[in-house]
């Protein structure tokens, strides 16, 4: 596989976690630049909840109301001296605790409904 295909490879199955976490969140494609013609895929619901951008070596789930959100099972392991955002750093062959993660779209939802976030 090629860096791409597996970088893609894990939008894609956040993707599905996402739908299945909540059938209501939609996608939309923002911040496209010559250096990123694809754009950066961004999850909302009453607002951003997260999006997925990919680099070299990882692909970077950021939360933007990170800093507000439980995470028990300590998925957040980036950006984590931010003041609002936390942020998953996955690299190729790494495992995502896929419930915990939908858990944690949940709250991300639920987080922007509370707070009027749109």
Do not use: H
Request: proline letters at 5%.
């Amino acid at each position: 596989m090629s860096e791409a295909d597996w970088r893609d490879a894990v939008i894609e199955r956040v993707r599905q976690l996402i739908r299945a976490a909540d059938p209501a969140v939609v996608e939309t494609v923002k911040w496209k630049k010559p250096s990123n013609p694809a754009g950066v895929p961004v999850w909302e619901r009453g607002g951003i909840l997260c999006t997925g951008e990919t680099y070299k070596d990882k692909v970077k789930l950021t939360f933007a109301q990170g800093a507000a959100l439980p995470d028990p099972a300590g998925l957040f392991n980036a950006s984590l001296d931010a003041g609002t955002r936390r942020a998953i750093d996955l690299r190729e062959g790494d495992a995502l605790d896929e419930q915990a993660f939908a858990t944690l779209i949940r709250a991300a939802v639920a987080q922007n409904l509370a707070s009027g976030a749109a």
